[in-house]
């Protein structure tokens, strides 16, 4: 394949990667997803893959939080992956070089918000007080396309192919001891990343199903698709077992709703059903 229907069929995968104004939250953009479809387009799908688990690994966290914009994982994964399969390289490079592109992408996506999407959402705002339902979409549609859309693809596409001999050379001069502590690093990834996750979810009432997938996995030696089936099952277990509680929860009595009615009725306070 061609460098240029290469460079194309990239810029087209974060087109359709940032085409979240068209097809809502879908999760088209992380790097599961781009690389697994950079790997494709780059003749070796197995890598894509490979190369996409870590770099999610690595942007797990990566959500945007109101004004609080993270790296542009898109063009990271695509670029990142592209690259380093091309120059017949590990999953290590690939996260080396992601994650500086993701920055430095950034910065062109804050100006893109900054310069470009106003104009289309001061459009919006004017076709909002005239009620014209149509033209807030099409601006909706206009600003996400020319202000993120057609700008990242545009953006994947030149870098791919005016970077590609670049990256090669550049790679080719990197001691071995490098790449082989970064190999070691991107095997810490996935620890680091289900410890952050870990941080935000675990608390008292779910930490005995953590220490239960780790049972298994290490003294049992279930692998990973049969702690999440035993999971599944028995999260499906406690979601019956609870709706067959409450459907045969027991009926307050009329009389105990009478009183608390004449309760309320009176100003007075029902402490048994009061929650602190």
């Known amino acids: 394949m061609s460098p240029i229907i290469t460079a194309i069929l990239l810029a087209l995968t974060a087109m359709l990667a940032n085409g979240e104004y068209f097809l809502g939250s879908s999760m088209l953009s992380r790097p599961l997803v781009t690389c697994t479809i950079a790997g494709l387009i780059m003749g ?61 992408v950034l910065i062109i996506k804050n100006l893109c918000f900054i310069f470009i999407l106003p ?74 990343g289900f410890a952050l996750l870990m941080k935000l979810m675990i608390n008292k009432n779910n930490a005995v199903f953590f220490i239960l997938g780790f049972a298994l996995a290490v003294y049992l030696k279930v692998p990973v698709t049969g702690v999440a089936i035993f999971g599944a099952c028995l999260a499906l277990i406690l979601t019956g077992y609870a709706s067959f509680k409450d459907q045969h929860k027991p009926i307050a009595n009329n009389e105990g709703a009478n009183n608390n009615q004449d309760k309320n009725d009176k100003g007075g306070i029902n402490y048994e059903d009061e929650e602190f």
């Not at 289309?120 to 020319?146: C, P, Q, S, W």
């Not at 192919?161 to 071995?176: D, E, H, N």
């Open 44 to 104: 070796n799908i197995t890598q894509g893959i490979i190369m996409g688990a870590t770099l999610e690994l690595a942007f797990i966290g990566s959500f945007s939080i109101g004004a609080s914009i993270p790296p542009e994982i898109i063009s990271g994964s695509i670029l990142g992956t592209a690259f380093a399969i091309g120059a017949g390289k590990s999953t290590a490079v690939a996260l080396t070089l992601g994650i500086p592109i993701a920055s430095l």
């Open 119 to 192: 104009y289309f959402v001061h459009k919006a705002d004017h076709y909002a007080t005239e009620a014209d339902d149509k033209g807030v979409d099409r601006m909706n549609i206009l600003g996400g396309f020319l202000s993120i859309n057609l700008p990242i693809g545009l953006i994947v596409g030149i870098s791919f192919l005016l970077g590609s001999p670049v990256i090669k050379a550049f790679l080719a001069i990197i001691p071995k001891f490098v790449i082989n502590g970064l190999g070691i690093a991107t095997g810490l990834l996935p620890a680091f």
